[in-house]
């Protein structure tokens, strides 16, 4: 009882040990399902639509932002269940900044500066295509 327990505390970022290795958690946590502040400023700040083609009114919850930054793109029952501390939401939400100016697409080579942000389904696609991750918002 008391593993499953401390696994139910556990943030999204034990999951990524390495990308996270000198970040405190918070001792804060919620479900990562509850995560679901306006993100829409910050996607429109980086030039990142978070609408599907076809339905310009939707737009990306924060939640799928938080997984799909974190490498969970394929999202189901487990996925849905883990939980994330406030420190970590901020950092891989709304207080995330692109790391460089110029394009971010794997493969690219050059100083070539970035026009817009990668969207969440762009982001998707490319996982799918070549298995890296590109975070939300990255320039392209």
Known sequence: HVRSRRQRQMCIRDSFEKVFSSCECDPEICRIVECN??????????????????????????????????GYFVIDKTVLSLKICTSHRKRLGIAWRRPRRTCAYPGHVGNIAADRGASPSFCKEVWLQTGQILPVGSGI
Request: a neutral charge; proline letters at 3%; charged letters at 10%.
């Open 37 to 70: 502040q306006d993100i829409s400023n910050h996607l429109y700040g980086l030039k990142s639509s978070g609408a599907v083609a076809g339905q310009s009114s939707y737009i990306c919850p924060e939640y799928i932002l938080l997984l799909f930054r974190s």
